[in-house]
């Protein structure tokens, strides 16, 4: 399979690529810093491409099997995820390939008794405003994408704690925040690329959200 990553090298990003190479598949990884590109690992099957997202057109799209989205931005562009969205949609409008994968956010998932968005317990802790604008953000560009049937798109929310690591055995979910035995919410990058590459191998998600986190 070939497979066009955007924001490889972040967190989630550069975790893609690495999983994505070593299940023996093509990778585009396509970044902003030709410094930061250069740091992926030396592999055969690996392209870096030093260019801005936004400017990718529907050939470049439909050159691939695949495009997983893992941009990320700073919190005072945070609309940029839904900008981004719409753009990829935009050009792929009527398409059923390549299949496009979003990282979305934990803050759309719902949880406690009364099912309320996590995004609103996030907005409670003080120390959450510098970065606020990225979950509200997130959970704008799932609504956006709810709204999207022809084309042929998933999303993946990881867990409350989403970070660098390897990846662990999983669990899933659909639209409710999860919690291991520990009561532990927490999701790796490596969790997360595992996922996401199980999902194109063999799809069993079409056009809908869903959660993964760590076991």
Not at 57 to 72: C, G, H, M, N, S
Not at 165 to 173: D, M, S
Request: charged share 15%; aromatic share 6%; hydrophobic share 45%.
């Amino acid at each position: 399979m070939k497979i066009m990553i955007i924001g490889a090298t972040g967190m989630a990003g550069s975790a893609l690529v690495t999983e994505a190479l070593q299940r023996g598949h093509q990778v585009i990884a396509l970044g902003r810093s030709t410094d930061k590109l250069a740091q992926l690992p030396t592999n055969p099957n690996l392209t870096t491409k030093a260019q801005d997202a936004f400017t990718l057109t529907r050939e470049d799209l439909q050159a691939v099997d695949a495009v997983i989205d893992a941009f990320a931005t700073a919190p005072a562009q945070a609309y940029r995820h839904v900008d981004l969205a719409a753009h990829l949609v935009s050009e792929l409008r009527e398409t059923t390939t390549p299949r496009v994968a979003f990282i979305l956010g934990a803050g759309s998932l719902q949880t406690g008794e009364d099912h309320h968005l996590f995004v609103h317990d996030i907005a409670k802790d003080p120390q959450a405003a510098s970065f606020l604008s990225v979950p509200q953000n997130q959970l704008k560009e799932l609504n956006f994408l709810r709204d999207v049937d022809n084309v042929n798109w998933f999303g993946v929310s990881p867990a409350a704690d989403f970070h660098a690591g390897p990846a662990v055995p999983a669990i899933l979910g659909t639209d409710e925040l999860l919690h291991n035995a520990q009561q532990v919410s927490a999701t790796s990058a490596g969790t997360m690329a595992v996922t996401i590459l199980d999902e194109l191998t063999t799809p069993q998600h079409h056009q809908t959200r869903f959660t993964v986190a760590d076991k």
